[in-house]
């Protein structure tokens, strides 16, 4: 048979260490930590909403940009919560979650030879797809011990005359991280007089404990150059509906349109009217759901701590991204060993960039006793390799 | 209070110092705020759910309607004084609706839980009549699913389907 051709980006994607681990976290009895998605049913309401448009026999396409009442409503909050103000019908688009929001946004913006930076530890998809447009990712190490924040420092250090993007991502998956709104203010210093666009993937951003979110898009001069990324599945609990969306100006809106409209004609209408109830009604969800995800955070930590694994207070998300290299293991074995020894699965840290080597990631997404027991288990785990030394 | 009293609605062997750190406040003051909620009376007791039907010897439990006559002045406090003080009996609620009082009780066979009935409850005076239904299957008990198979996290499963 004649040999079948493929993408040459694609064999540029470096493997990921997550697939590799994933492979080992098979067996069914892993009492796993490992979910990056709510462990909340999506709110009934929203789910009755998306009944009613089936009933309605409202399952036709809907414009590209998605349906101007949910662009409203998506406006509407951004500046209620967030004082972000965009235009509905043309500074917004809706996309089939917050990761066709990025894989339309690189594609729109980028060119073979520009560099994107990306803040490491790192959300795992940005590098393959930046690499699928045909561009370079160039990451910037951040640390737990100033909270894992982009420096002005270190992002001045990266730029080079190839810097076309900075991706930014706080709250982080998968440190935790935020960045308040002075700290984007001596970020937007460096990168105002630069034509350095910025996506700010914001998809955390209801998931903050105790720090208001803040976006660089508030920042003076920083609107119009940069694509605020958000989306339903963190906030709402609606990981499986697919919904996210791009703000920004007129201009950069058009061409991500034209992409998006021609890949994917338009999101899913049924989850965009599940999105119009969530937006509309769905404040106390958010609300009831952070107050728990708050409570086992403190938990984690506290027990993290104690056992010997010290942990930056995560201010977003729902992850903890403890330093583990008191084990004297490397993140891939020390994982390795305690899903063998424990059954319990967390991900390496060096699945988000060489950054993340001795760091693990622990995802609170859980019960209460489910997260209890797995710390049980870390905590006897933790002293073998104690009474080992 | 309100928080402590919903974390352990949900799971009462939760340590002062868990109780503490997750609600940010210090041990002692959780120790406080625990103490003050018994001595309130508020906190009445810490129980264990059991899945009965998992045991060897699984007791066999009925609710029964009673309908009563009211007494002057006392209203149905007398009789409910004088079914709560019976040992087989597990709850005892006074309903709005067609009966008075739902009785809960629990005995080691069918047989033990009619005698019970007819010669224990049925008996009282002011007791006009009694409908006993034996409970057959236990769903869910104070908010804990009991089937294990149906607690599995959906998106575990999700991947495998």
């Keep these: 048979m004649s040999p079948i051709h493929f993408n040459e980006r694609l064999a540029k994607i470096p493997e990921g260490v997550l697939h590799k681990y994933l492979d080992l976290a098979t067996d069914p009895t892993i009492l796993s930590l490992s979910v990056g998605e709510p462990d909340f049913p999506t709110p009934f309401h929203i789910r009755q909403a998306a009944i009613d448009s089936i009933t309605a026999g409202k399952t036709f396409y809907t414009p590209s940009r998605g349906l101007l009442s949910l662009r409203k409503e998506i406006s509407a909050i951004l500046s209620r919560k967030h004082q972000l103000d965009y235009d509905p019908a043309t500074e917004i688009i809706v996309t089939i979650g917050a990761s066709e929001a990025l894989e339309a946004s690189f594609i729109t913006l980028l060119n073979p030879g520009d560099e994107v930076i990306i803040i490491t530890p790192a959300y795992i998809t940005y590098a393959p797809i930046i690499i699928m447009a045909g561009a370079t990712p160039v990451p910037v190490v951040t640390t737990a011990a100033n909270g894992f924040k982009l420096t002005p420092e270190a992002l001045e250090a990266a730029i080079t005359d190839k810097t076309r993007l900075l991706v930014l991502n706080y709250p982080s998956n998968p440190t935790g991280g935020v960045m308040t709104h002075e700290d984007y203010e001596k970020i937007a210093t460096i990168l105002r007089d630069k034509d350095i666009a910025v996506i700010s993937d914001e998809i955390y951003s209801e998931l903050t404990y105790g720090v208001k979110h803040a976006s660089i898009a508030q920042c003076e001069g920083m609107r119009d150059k940069t694509l605020v990324i958000n989306g339903f599945s963190k906030a709402y609990a609606m990981t499986g509906w697919r919904l996210g969306f791009v703000c920004s100006s007129p201009e950069i809106i058009r061409n991500i349109s034209t992409y998006h409209s021609n890949a994917m004609l338009c999101p899913q209408t049924i989850s965009q009217f599940a999105g119009i109830e969530a937006l509309k009604n769905g404040d106390e969800d958010i609300e009831h759901m952070r107050g728990e995800y708050d409570m086992r955070r403190r938990l984690v930590i506290d027990r993290l701590n104690a056992m010997g694994l010290p942990c930056a207070t995560p201010l977003g998300a729902f992850y903890a991204f403890p330093d583990i290299r008191s084990s004297g293991l490397s993140s891939m074995d020390f994982c390795s060993a305690l899903l063998s020894s424990k059954k319990v699965a967390v991900i390496p840290g060096n699945a988000f960039g060489a950054a993340g080597e001795g760091y693990v990631r622990f995802s609170y997404s859980y019960s209460l006793a489910h997260i209890q027991e797995a710390l049980d288990r870390l905590e006897a785990f933790m002293n073998e390799i104690k009474s080992k030394k | ?161």
């Design chain 2, 1 to 161: 209070m309100e928080k402590i009293l919903n974390l352990l609605r949900n799971n009462a062997r939760l340590s002062n110092r868990e109780l503490a750190v997750m609600l940010g406040i210090t041990e002692e003051q959780a120790a406080q705020q625990v103490k003050a909620l018994e001595k309130a009376g508020i906190i009445k007791g810490y129980l264990t759910v059991i899945n009965e039907a998992k045991i060897e010897n699984a007791p066999v439990f009925a609710m029964i309607e009673l309908k009563v006559v009211p007494m002057k002045e006392l209203g149905f406090q007398d009789i409910a004084n004088r079914v709560i003080a019976l040992e087989a009996v597990d709850s005892v609620y006074l309903m709005a609706g067609d009966y008075d009082l739902a009785v809960f009780v629990k005995g080691k066979t069918m047989q033990e839980v009619a005698t019970f009935v007819a010669k224990r409850l049925a008996t009282l005076d002011s007791v006009l009549s009694t409908n006993t239904h034996f409970i057959l299957n236990k769903y869910k008990e104070d908010g804990i699913v009991l089937d294990d198979g149906s607690t599995q996290d959906i998106r575990s499963t999700l991947k495998s389907e």
